[in-house]
């Protein structure tokens, strides 16, 4: 079974820059999960998805970043413009069911550094 | 809100030790807990998933266990190998997210 697919792995921007993150969950996986970790910290939620509907996104700072979900599949994730304080790992995870209970899968994440 | 606290944040043991992981958190409603391995630069991996309903989950070497009337959850890690060295995340699973600890980074020297 394929996992959760990430690209790109590791980005350079500049600040004020923008930049988009891309993810593929698992086959059949209604829930897809963007998380920011950073360094020495635990994953942070920045949003949640059911299919292709928002079920959390309340720590998403939506005056600069932004996500979709096309046809409840694939997500992007963009920042736009980027700030030196979102220099992170950017991870994906996605799960079969909406409701806590099933596992979640994570993918190899994106590395993201604004200098 | 949930808040999940992983102790100790650093753990180095030789060898062979058995060795606990701890994670506590403060809102004892869950669907479930999930403890991760994650390596230098790399993603989250599973390695345990147990329900709200279920006391303790085993795999290999690893047994997870869960009180939710005290909010906690150990991992056991029996005969440690240096190939366990590795940050290990617990996150607790509620109605519609994740909340994780800041980790635990252990060591096994040889």
């Known amino acids: 079974e394929a996992g959760v697919a990430q690209s790109p792995r590791y980005k350079i921007i500049e600040k004020r820059q923008s930049v988009a993150f891309w993810c593929n969950p698992i086959s059949g996986h209604a829930t897809l999960y963007w998380y920011q970790q950073i360094l020495g910290q635990g994953p942070k939620l920045l949003i949640q998805f059911q299919n292709n509907g928002v079920v959390d996104d309340s720590q998403l700072p939506k005056d600069r970043f932004s996500a979709e979900r096309l046809k409840g599949v694939d997500s992007t994730l963009k920042i736009q413009p980027a700030k030196l304080e979102d220099s992170a790992v950017y991870l994906c995870a996605s799960s079969f069911s909406v409701r806590g209970g099933t596992e979640a899968f994570f993918g190899q994440g994106t590395r993201l550094t604004v200098v | 809100k949930q808040e999940v606290t992983q102790i100790p944040a650093a753990l180095s043991v030789p060898e062979g030790e058995n060795l606990v992981l701890n994670c506590s958190f403060t809102d004892s409603a869950i669907y479930n807990l999930q403890w991760f391995r994650q390596d230098p630069g790399k993603g989250l991996t599973s390695l345990l998933l147990?329900?709200?309903?279920?006391r303790e989950q085993t795999s290999g070497r690893l047994n997870a266990s869960l009180d939710k009337s005290s909010g906690r959850s150990t991992l056991y890690i029996a005969a440690s190998q240096p190939g366990d060295s590795a940050t290990y995340l617990c996150?607790?699973?509620?109605?519609?997210?994740?909340?994780f600890g800041a980790g635990t980074r252990l060591t096994v020297k040889p």
């Open positions: 147990i329900q709200s309903s279920q």
């Open positions: 996150a607790v699973g509620n109605n519609n997210d994740m909340r």
